[in-house]
């Protein structure tokens, strides 16, 4: 049995790039790149509330001009 489970080892050692790409499996490093990504995206996330709310405000000033001219022709 002992041979068996060293085959079964070196064949899923020569295989494990292939097996974590087939069954899409998460290794360490993406983990971490993961963590590190997340924290960038809440790091923005003020600066897109701030451009929401400006955007917003822009939007509004554009819909009031366009009825005024609206109501002139």
Same mark, same amino acid.
């Given at each position: 049995?002992?041979? !068996?489970?060293?085959? &079964?080892?070196?064949? +899923?050692? %020569? ?9 899409? #499996?998460? !290794?360490?490093?993406? &983990?971490?790149?993961? +963590?590190? %990504? ?9 600066? #897109? ?25």
């Amino acid at each position: 049995m002992i041979g !068996t489970d060293n085959y &079964l080892h070196a064949y +899923v050692d %020569r295989r494990m790039k292939y097996i974590v790409d087939e069954w899409d #499996l998460s !290794t360490h490093t993406d &983990l971490s790149d993961f +963590v590190v %990504r997340l924290y960038g995206l809440e790091q923005e996330i003020p600066r #897109l509330k701030a451009f929401e709310h400006s955007a917003a405000d822009k939007l509004t000033e554009l819909e009031n001009r366009a009825a005024k001219l609206k109501g002139r022709m």
